[in-house]
Structures are given as C-alpha cells and as structure tokens.
C-alpha cells in the first residue's frame, strides 16, 4: 500500500485537538529528558559508550547472533528464524496452536506491530490482547500506536474516559486517570491468569549468556512472561549485544531518552524456562528472531546505522515535524526521524519514500539520539536515493530539481545572482526598499507559514553603517 504521508499530515495540522494533546506531551517528554541528562560531559560521554557498542555489535552481528542462538538453547530456549513478517506470524501462530491456544496476553512490542500479530492471530480465531495500558487503550479503539513509547499519547485522558465508557461494559465515565488504569488493570488482571501465551517484545538479547532483557514500567511484561505456560519473545535481529557488561549504560540511555527515568520500575532478565523447584515462570520460551529486511540495511554501510536504534523515541519527541502532526500521520509502524529512515528500508522507497520529505533537516533528533544515529544525513541520503530513481529525472547539480522547472529556475537565478556581487547588492537593496510590497502567499510554502519578509536594510548596509560609525568615533576620541 502506497503511503499518503502529505494528506494526512495536512490532516493532522488541521486538528487542534490532537495538535494540543502531542504539544503538551512533547513538551513533558522533552522536559523528563532534559532533567535526566544535567551533566552535559556525562551525556557526551555515554553516548559515545552507547555508540562504541551497538557499532562493536553490527560488526560482529553474525557471529553474535549465532552464539545468541547457541546459548539460548542450551538454556532450554527454542530459537525461530523470521526472514519476513508473514514468517514470523506462522511461527507464533503454530506454537499456539500446537497447544490449542485461545487466548494470548501481550507485553508492549513494536515488532508485533510491525509484523501485525494481532491482527493475524485474530483472523485465525486466537484473541491476542494488549496489557500495556497504552496499547490496550490503542487496541480499545481500534487505533494504532503513534509513538514507539507512548502509543496513546495522541488521546487525553478525557477521550480516554469516553472510550472507557462506550467499550467496557458497566464502566461510567470519570477522567480520573487512577480510577482509568484501575479499571484496565481488573480487567487486564482476569486475562493473565485465563491466557495460554504471554508475547512479549525484547530490548536487548544477550550473546555470551542467552538472556533475554525486557524494560517496562507497569509489571505486565513480568506476568505476561511468566504466567501462562509459554511465553514467546519476538525481536529484530539487531538487538543483540555481545556481553551483560554491555546492558547498563545502554540501559541507561534507553530510560533516561524516553521518559527521564534513571531506570525503568520493571527490568526483567529471562534466561530460560521454569526450572525444577521453582515457583513461576513458563514451561516453555520461544524467541522469534525477525529480520524483515534488517540484513539489506546491514549491507550498506550508512545505512547500517539504523540497526543501532534502541527505540527509544527520543528523536520523534524532539521533531518539530513529528511533534505537530503525530505519529499516525506517518502511516507506519514506526513514525518521526527513525521512521523515516526505517520504514522506507523495509517497505522501498517507491512506497514509503514520500515521508523522507517529512523533514525540516533541522538536525534535533541526530542530536538527542543516544547511540549517535545520524538520522539526518540518512533522511538526506533517503531522499537522495528517491530522487535519483531511474525515471529520468535525476538531479541536475547546481540547477536545482529538474523535476520541478519553477524551483530549477529559483536556483538559477540564486546562482547569477550569487555570481555578481554588484547584482547581489544592488537586488537586496531593492528588496529592503520594496519590503512592504512583498507578496504576502508564496504558493503552498505560506498555507502553514508566514511568508518571508525582506528586513529594512542589507546586510551590507548595516556593516558599511557600523564601520562609518566605528570610524567617526576613531577620530573623534
Ligand atoms: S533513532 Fe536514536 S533517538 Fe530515535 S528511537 Fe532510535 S535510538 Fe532513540
């Protein structure tokens, strides 16, 4: 499906409720990030340690991910290879119903998002409910998550409470947010005792040990891995790392990004199934290892670096495009800056390539990122990539887009005048003089800004004023 990024961001801007409702949780996230990281050089420091180890991993990702597979099956963990999301739907499909599944709890999981779990086990008559809050609410209302983080923070607690009332039966409305999670927490609670699997998600897997790594803060990841009778873990191949030594400081980016927590309330450590003489845990462990396209991103060298993404949605929060339109007006599964560099790696550029243009190239999220990603230059590179596609129109240097004969003739024009400084000169200071005869809409450029206005002298005007100025009082001192 043909991504339709522009309609419906044009969508979102004119909706003043959910422009408001990401304002005010950009702004919080923002804010929760900024007090965590208040030594600058501390930051600096360990992300350049967060950098080092994802790109020590990449450089040895598959030697680590076949001592990942050893190491989790002599802990009694079975291993499952997913070339694509179809595969690894089969995969989670057949382990359940090898067990006669009905019903499976899941933990919060962006690559069941992206391989569309729910959605395959439901048409196959297995019911696959969310226990994370956000995604229950987001499950709720038939919706898709539009953070990676936060999947319903594009709801206020307000239409919450409606949806709380229309969906759950004998449930009246209050926007009381403690009386809310009580309520899907009751009904979450029932679940995980009822459920045949528990699905949860993976933030680091580790090589040397064959254990499994899941940060959450509301406690159902912990019972979705460890009441039913299985549980099964689904991940991308790039979230290995090579030793437990590794997990502190990415951990401590990864909390401090997203929510400004020194650490999340819940890190839960898997390394096998229940053993003998234990009290908890399930039967059996599967890990689901999906590739869905992460191999193709391996072989280039730039955009390798994509696969050092820890997900913790830092570099969305700090979009000023992101921030102002919300993640569903991407379309995807993943939405901002890493979107944009990810979903056209996994989808193609033909399909998802218009949302590379999504991007002011203001450089914040490169910036904040932990691992160091340069998600600007790969947005660029993206872009670059979309425009040379072979359908005559490549880019002519110097000339502007030849796609586009207006903005061919802007950079033209730019270039001679550019080329003669006495030109140069002469045009902004007619500019400075007919300032108020400036036009007001410059096509599509003003529906969302204002338009540009020429100030009310030159640049070189005001040096020239401030020299003569410094001079007259050389000489008269
Ligand atoms: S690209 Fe960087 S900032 Fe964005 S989600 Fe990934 S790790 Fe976080």
Redesign the pocket.
Known sequence: MNNHFREQAIDALADPQLRDNFRGAMDFLRAKRQSAFTDTEALKQLRALGHKIKANTLARLPDLLEQLEQNCLQNGIQVHWAETPEQACEVIHNIISAQNGQLAVKGKSMVSEEVGLNHYLEKRGIESLESDMGEYIVQLANETPSH?IMPAIHKSKEQIAHLFEDKIEGVDYTDNVDELIGTGRQILREKFSQADVGISGVNFAVAETGTLCLVENEGNGRMCTTVPSTHIAITGIEKVVATLDDIPPLLSLLTR?ATGQNISTYFNMISSPRKTGEKDGPQSVHLVLLDNGRSRMYQDENLQQTLR???????MNHCPVYSRIGGHAYGTVYPG??GQVVMPQIDGLDKQGEMTEGCSLNGA?GE????E?P?PNLIRKLREQKSAKPDGHALTPGAGSQRKPKEAFAWSLWQTLYGQPWLYRFVTKMATRLRHASPRAIGGWTRYRTAPKPAPKSLHELMSQRAEANQTDGASK
């Open positions: 990676i990004s993404c820890i997900r913790c949605g830092a570099c800056p890493i999220c904040v990122c932990p691992v990603i998600l």
